[in-house]
């Protein structure tokens, strides 16, 4: 039984989509990139259609997105260090 319904879970994954473009599209058209808010971005979107995947089940995707916010919570990580220690 799901705690979302199927189309509430179409609604986050639409917005979990969105940050993801955003995010690529900001890479791509962004002169100096905020690595944090680049990988912030991709991780709630990632995160998002995760919550998403748990109504409307898909192996591959699910396993795409959980590595995705590994890689985007590893950018995250890297862009704290370097603004660390930039102070």
């Keep these: ?3 979302i319904s199927p ?3 179409d609604l986050i994954g639409f917005a979990g989509s969105a940050c ?5 599209a900001y890479s791509n058209m962004s002169s100096a990139m905020n690595l ?3 990988n912030l971005v991709n991780f709630i979107g990632a995160a998002l259609l995760t919550v998403s995947l ?5 192996l591959p995707t699910m396993v ?9 919570l590893l950018g995250i ?7 660390a220690a930039a102070r």
């Design 7 to 9: 189309f509430a879970a």
């Design 20 to 24: 993801i473009i955003a995010a690529f």
């Design 64 to 72: 795409l997105e959980v590595i995705w916010m590994i890689i985007a």
């Design 54 to 58: 748990t109504v409307n089940f898909n």
């Design 36 to 38: 944090l808010l680049f």
């Design 77 to 83: 990580v890297k862009a704290l260090r370097q603004r």
């Design 1 to 3: 039984m799901s705690f």
